[in-house]
């Protein structure tokens, strides 16, 4: 738990609290395609379904009285697109990098070592 001190119309209230995500569950289905095949590079791309849900305990304490509430997590979209770009560093490394998009844009890299 984390503690602060903050001052409100000018009295100190000092809190204390955790947030706790419990029964997280996420998964994705999609569908890709592949687009041109460059020499060493490839292309793909889809729709996916993005299911997600958990359960988020908050507790708050302060000098004041003490606040504690759960409440369900979804996702608001579910549906989204993806593209992706493949390059082989090697016969045993790759390297991909994927953008997504729902209600935002997001995206990410990775490195993958075959073995």
């Known amino acids: 738990m984390d503690t602060g001190t903050i001052v409100v119309r000018g009295v100190p ?5 955790s947030i706790e995500l419990r029964d997280h569950y996420s998964f994705d289905v999609a569908s890709a395609s592949a687009g041109p095949r460059l020499p060493a590079v490839s292309f793909y791309g889809g729709p996916f379904y ?25 996702v608001k979209k579910s549906f989204g ?3 992706g ?6 016969k045993n ?23």
């Open 81 to 83: 697109g993806r593209l």
């Open 93 to 115: 490394v790759g390297f991909q990098l994927e953008g997504q998009f729902r209600d935002y844009f997001s995206g990410g890299g990775q490195i993958s070592l075959m073995f």
């Open 50 to 74: 993005h299911y997600e849900t958990a359960n988020m305990k908050v507790e708050v304490s302060t000098n004041l009285g003490r606040f504690s509430d759960d409440a369900n997590v979804n």
């Open 85 to 90: 770009i493949s390059l082989p560093v090697s």
């Open 13 to 17: 209230v000092t809190a204390r609290g």
